[in-house]
């Protein structure tokens, strides 16, 4: 399966997480997006690290590349840093 890896800094994660949550939720689910995970940095929880799951690497593509994930991203203190992944046993 492919992933998307981003990586970045919100300015505030308790008002950014129900927008990832709720907002966007459905419309990951429509593109494709088979779920994911969000890790924060222990020393800073408004750095983060989210892995999110695709269908497809063209869906994962073309959401990053779509107003969405633009919109997704307001908020946010530094620039994404983001890469395409897939899983390796």
């Not at 073309?62 to 997704?72: E, K, N, T």
Request: hydrophobic letters at 35%; one cysteine or more; glycine letters at 6%.
């Amino acid at each position: 399966m492919p992933y998307l890896l981003v990586r970045r800094k919100v300015a505030d994660y308790e008002r950014w997480k129900p927008v990832f949550d709720h907002d966007h939720a459905v419309t990951r689910k429509r593109r494709g997006s088979k779920g994911g995970w969000i890790l924060a940095n222990a020393y800073d929880p408004n750095e983060l690290v989210i892995l999110v799951e695709w269908d497809s690497l063209e869906n994962a593509r073309r959401f990053a590349d779509a107003d969405d994930f633009g919109r997704l991203c307001s908020g946010q203190e530094s620039p994404i840093n983001q890469t395409y992944t897939s899983w390796k046993s």
